[in-house]
């Protein structure tokens, strides 16, 4: 809601943010609404270093790939040239896990935060079955007589 002095935007939450016109002509605004809807967010899973990369990769990418908000941004073009409909990425090496990074697109913003919750349980289930842990961190004691 635009008024002469301030505009009200709502958030996710529902909560209403009042902000100055002076401060709206000076400032960037995202608005992932305008024009092209679609949206993608980042899929960070991390994996042992002793897990099979390539099943756990593609298990996330059937995952990405069946779920009920996958939205396939690929042209027609991409397409013919094989490109991936789910990009996942080895993101870094870290200390404890290999980090994978998945690109989930979605038609909408709203889709996101149920789409990437789905998606978490699911990874959990599916590299449980596979035997693909997902490392945590622990301590080795060793008790010297």
């Not at 401060?23 to 270093?49: H, P, R």
């Not at 593609?58 to 094989?82: C, M, N, P, T, W």
């Not at 038609?107 to 996101?112: A, F």
Request: charged share 30%.
């Amino acid at each position: 809601d635009i008024t002469l002095r301030h505009t009200v935007i709502k958030t996710f939450e529902n909560s209403r943010l009042l902000i100055p016109n002076s401060i709206m002509n000076k400032e960037v605004i995202e608005n992932t609404n305008f024009g092209d809807e679609t949206v993608c967010n980042f899929l960070d899973v991390s994996v042992a270093y002793d897990a099979d990369v390539d099943k756990a990769i593609e298990i996330i990418q059937e995952l990405v790939r069946g779920h009920k908000f996958f939205y396939d941004y690929r042209s027609a073009e991409d397409k013919s040239e094989g490109k991936p409909d789910v990009i996942v990425r080895v993101r870094a090496l870290g200390a404890t896990s290999v980090d994978l990074r998945a690109n989930v697109w979605k038609k909408t913003i709203g889709e996101n935060f149920e789409m990437c919750s789905d998606l978490r349980r699911e990874v959990l289930k599916k590299f449980s079955e596979a035997g693909i842990e997902i490392p945590y961190p622990y301590t080795n004691v060793i008790v010297k007589q």
